[in-house]
C-alpha cells in the first residue's frame, strides 16, 4: 500500500426498500472524489451496486424517485410457488437499463452474495450475467422465488452476509467502506406494507387489492386478538436474524468505514419512497466522510 494508491471496496447491504439509501451513500462519496474500484452487495445492494458499476446510477435514480405504489405494484408479478413475487417483470425492467455483457464486462470491478438453499452455503457470484447474479440476490424468502443457478437453487444473500465487507476484501480491496441499513431494526414496527394505509393506494385495482390480501400488515399491539399476518411474522423475524448476523459478522470481519443510514419509517415494499431514503443516505455519508477523508489520507 505504500507504493500505491489503496484499492476502495464499497460494501452495499441488504434492507429491501432501504437499499435506496445506497444512491444518496454513492452520491456523497463521488461528489468527495471517492470512487471505489470494487463493489460489492447482497440482496437491494447488488442490484443498486450492479447498476453503479455499469455506470447506470442516474438512470436508476431518475426511475426510483419517479416511481409511484401503483408502479410498484406493476412490477410485481403474483405467483404461489416458492414465493408470492415470480419477479420477471423486475428482471425484464433491469435488462432494459443494462446492457448486460456479463459481469466482467462492468466498468467496476463487482460482485453479489446469494445463499443455497439446500446446504446454507455463502455463493458469490463474480461472473455471468449481471441480472441473473442479482435476481438471485435479492430472492428475499417467503417473497421473491427462488433462483435456480448452474445446478443450485439460490435465495437472498441477506440470510448469510448482509454487508459483504468479506466479499469486498477477496476482491482485492484494501480499505472497504461498508453500508449497514439494517442496524436500527430492532425494537421497531416494521411493516412489510405501510403503503396499505396510504392515499398512494388505487382504490378499485383488482391486482392491488390481490396482493394487499396477502401482504396487508396488522396493528399487533399485543394479545391474541391483534396477532400479526403470516409476512408480517416472516418480515420481522428476517429483520432480526440480518441484525444479528450482521453484528456478528461485522465484528469477524470489520470494514473500515461504516455508513449506517437511519431508516426506521421504510418498510420492505416501500419502494415508492425513494426521495425519503435517498436523502438519508446522503445524510448518513456526509457524517461519515470527515472519518472516511482521515482513512484515505
Given at each position: 500500500?505504500k507504493?500505491r494508491h489503496?484499492?476502495i471496496?464499497?460494501?452495499l ?7 435506496w439509501?445506497h444512491?444518496?451513500v454513492?452520491r456523497v ?7 471505489p474500484e470494487?463493489v460489492?452487495?447482497t440482496?437491494?445492494g447488488?442490484?443498486?451496486g ?9 438512470s ?5 424517485k419517479?416511481l409511484n405504489?401503483?408502479?410498484?405494484v ?6 404461489m ?8 417483470k423486475?428482471?425484464?425492467?433491469l ?7 456479463g459481469?466482467?464486462?462492468?466498468a ?9 438453499l439446500a446446504n446454507?452455503r455463502?455463493?458469490?457470484l463474480?461472473?455471468g450475467?449481471?441480472?441473473d447474479?442479482?435476481r438471485a440476490s ?5 417473497l421473491?422465488?427462488?433462483?435456480w443457478?448452474?445446478?443450485q ?5 441477506g440470510?448469510?452476509?448482509p ?12 480499505i ?27 382504490a378499485?385495482?383488482?391486482?392491488f387489492n390481490a ?5 396487508r ?14 409476512l408480517?411474522?416472516v418480515?420481522?423475524s428476517l429483520?432480526?436474524?440480518q441484525?444479528?448476523?450482521?453484528q ?7 470494514a ?8 426506521p ?8 419512497r425513494?426521495?425519503?431514503a ?14 472516511i477523508?482521515?482513512?484515505?489520507g
Amino acid at each position: 500500500m505504500k507504493n500505491r494508491h489503496p484499492r476502495i471496496g464499497l460494501a452495499l447491504g441488504s434492507g429491501s426498500a432501504r437499499g435506496w439509501s445506497h444512491i444518496g451513500v454513492i452520491r456523497v462519496l463521488e461528489e468527495a472524489g471517492i470512487s471505489p474500484e470494487i463493489v460489492c452487495g447482497t440482496s437491494i445492494g447488488s442490484l443498486v451496486g450492479a447498476v453503479y458499476a455499469a455506470g447506470k446510477l442516474d438512470s436508476l435514480e431518475l426511475w426510483v424517485k419517479e416511481l409511484n405504489w401503483q408502479g410498484v405494484v406493476g412490477l410485481l408479478d403474483l405467483k404461489m410457488g416458492g414465493g408470492l413475487i415470480e419477479g420477471s417483470k423486475l428482471v425484464g425492467f433491469l435488462r432494459q437499463q443494462l446492457d448486460d455483457q456479463g459481469i466482467e464486462q462492468l466498468a467496476k470491478s463487482f460482485a453479489c452474495v446469494a445463499t443455497d438453499l439446500a446446504n446454507g452455503r455463502e455463493i458469490w457470484l463474480r461472473e455471468g450475467p449481471v441480472v441473473d447474479a442479482v435476481r438471485a440476490s435479492l430472492a428475499l424468502p417467503g417473497l421473491f422465488r427462488p433462483v435456480w443457478r448452474e445446478g443450485q437453487l439460490l435465495v437472498d444473500g441477506g440470510l448469510v452476509n448482509p454487508v459483504p465487507v468479506s466479499l469486498c476484501r477477496a476482491m482485492g480491496a484494501d480499505i472497504v467502506i461498508a453500508v449497514d441499513l439494517n442496524w436500527d431494526l430492532l425494537g421497531q414496527r416494521q411493516r412489510i406494507a405501510s403503503a396499505a394505509q396510504s392515499s398512494e393506494v388505487p382504490a378499485n385495482n383488482g391486482k392491488f387489492n390481490a396482493l394487499l390480501a396477502k401482504l396487508r400488515p396488522s396493528a399487533w399491539l399485543g394479545g391474541e386478538a391483534n396477532m400479526p399476518s403470516m409476512l408480517d411474522v416472516v418480515s420481522t423475524s428476517l429483520n432480526i436474524m440480518q441484525v444479528r448476523i450482521s453484528q456478528s459478522r461485522l465484528a469477524g470481519e470489520p470494514a473500515d468505514a461504516i455508513i449506517r443510514p437511519k431508516l426506521p419509517g421504510i418498510a420492505a415494499l416501500d419502494f415508492h419512497r425513494a426521495e425519503i431514503a435517498i436523502s438519508e443516505g446522503a445524510r448518513a455519508a456526509r457524517h461519515a466522510l470527515p472519518f472516511i477523508k482521515e482513512l484515505l489520507g
